[in-house]
């Protein structure tokens, strides 16, 4: 007996619902929680972004006001399955307490947080668990928090794989920070796509090396024209600008790595604008290019989408 009309659409409707989720699978969504620096600043938060790929959730740097950022995302902090430091400059990891215990308190976390980190991670995060020891006691017998939610297991890392599950995987590269060092990018691949975090670098060879023809390429800057109009003296200034990328500079690293985008993720000043960055960049590198801000969502499956927050 044939289908009837209604089967048939029925069926075709069946078959866009299960391509569609066959997409979803296979898409990584990056959002962008914070993208300033240390100055602080009210519009861009310190340097975090959330990744989602397959079923895992996973943070990387957890700069000032990263639980607010996720749950301005309503993503729970329990639904994190891992964070990764890119290094440890006090503006990538200042809200990582915050994250760690108000997640763990408010967000009902029952299962230990698994970090990765270079070398000095265990130290930090042994210190953090010594400062907040108080706490951590009267919330397990006074809130009645889950004692396993507040365990922290900590990995200081060195340039290899660092983390495969399900599909998803996680390279950290070592970048040029000097003398901040080792200092790490980080490199996902999850179901043939892949994006690069440069982390804190001045421009890396390495980093070309990892990044060749990426999706994504997430990339710090620095702009010496905005460090004018801080209070900062010049001398200093300097200072701060050799430890990372400028963007005639970042746009070299872009022609050289060939992302299918280059997105600018951590801003340094914070008060740098488009103006500062895009013309410069412009005189190296002509592919697509976006300004990172914070909760910006980029989306990477058959095709990139770039979604901004509505103001
Ligand atoms: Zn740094
Ligand atoms: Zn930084």
Redesign the pocket.
């Known amino acids: 007996m044939n289908p009837t009309i209604f089967e048939r659409l029925f069926l075709i409707l069946v078959c866009v619902i299960f391509f569609n989720l066959v997409i979803e699978a296979q898409t990584i969504k990056v959002t962008l929680l914070g993208t300033g620096a240390p100055a602080p600043v009210m519009d861009r938060f310190g340097p975090s972004i959330l990744i989602e790929a397959g079923d895992q959730k996973l943070v990387f740097d957890a700069g000032r006001g990263a639980l607010q950022r996720l749950t301005q995302m309503k993503v729970k902090q329990k639904e994190i399955q891992g964070v990764f430091f890119t ?1 440890l ?1 006090s503006d ?1 990891v200042v809200g990582f307490p915050d994250f760690w215990l108000i997640g763990w308190l408010i967000g009902l976390r029952e299962t230990p947080l698994l970090v990765w980190g270079p070398e000095g991670t265990r130290k930090m995060i042994s210190n953090l668990e010594k400062a907040f020891e108080f706490d951590i006691k009267i919330r397990i017998s006074d809130d009645k928090a889950a004692p396993n939610g507040v365990v922290i297991k900590a990995v200081d890392i060195k340039e290899s794989v660092v983390y495969e599950k399900n599909g998803v995987k996680v390279t950290a590269f070592e970048v040029d ?1 000097e003398p ?1 060092k080792p200092a790490f990018g980080y490199r996902i691949d999850y179901a043939g796509r892949s994006l690069v975090l440069s982390g ?1 670098t001045r421009p890396s060879e390495n980093l070309v090396k990892y990044a060749q023809g990426v999706d994504l390429l997430f990339h710090e800057i620095v702009s010496p024209e905005a460090f004018k109009r801080t209070p900062l003296d010049a001398e200093r200034a300097k200072s701060v600008a050799a ?1 990372h990328t400028t963007p005639e500079q970042a746009g070299e690293i872009f022609s050289k790595s060939k992302p299918k985008l280059a997105v600018l993720s951590h801003i340094v000043p914070p008060t740098a604008t488009e103006a500062d960055l895009r013309p410069l960049i412009r005189k190296t590198y002509s592919g697509a290019l976006e300004l990172g801000e914070d909760l910006m969502v980029i989306e990477v499956g058959e095709k990139v989408l770039v979604r901004r927050p509505i103001k």
């Open positions: 290094h400059h990538h920070h901040v804190d430890h």
